[in-house]
């Protein structure tokens, strides 16, 4: 089953937002199956954010992700990548659509909340970042018959 890595970014820690991103994920239909806080130390950043190394926000980048804890957390679930994007919304908190999280909650790229794969292959990558594999929990999710046909 597909899976992809979201994290509450310290904003969003600091906002209260940490139970808005679990709810929405959990009344979509996902399965959470990993979760954890913690402040990352910067060499994990550093992995996380390789695509961005030498931009220009890079260490305005690794500065606020690394500024307080964030929630680290694996959802599962048919197209739980690109779906949670679009639950995310634009990187840009200013271009987001309403009912987005970012865009229920964001004004600045520099302050959007929420973190969430790209790709399945980044996500892969995120999750093996993140997580161990013994900090993910196999569980069966009851109400699958009911979310899916
Ligand atoms: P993530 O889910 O956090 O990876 O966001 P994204 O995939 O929508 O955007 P991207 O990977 O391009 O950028 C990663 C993060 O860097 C963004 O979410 C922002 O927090 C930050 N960022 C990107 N561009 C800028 C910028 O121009 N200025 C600042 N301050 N931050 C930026
Ligand atoms: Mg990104």
Known sequence: NERTF????????QRGVVGHVIHRFEQRGYKLVALKMLQA??????????????KKFY????AYIGSGPVVAMVWEGLTAVSV????????DPAKSEPGTIRGDFGIVTGRNIVHGSD???SAKREIAL????DEISQWTHTAEQWIYE
């Open 6 to 13: 979201i994290m509450v970014k310290p904003d969003g820690v």
């Open 41 to 54: 130390p910067r060499a994990l950043l550093e992995s996380h954010y390789e695509e961005h190394k030498g």
């Open 59 to 62: 260490e305005i980048l690794l």
């Open 84 to 91: 949670g994007r679009k639950m995310l919304g634009a990187t």
């Open 119 to 121: 790709s399945e292959a």
């Open 130 to 133: 993140w997580f161990k594999p």
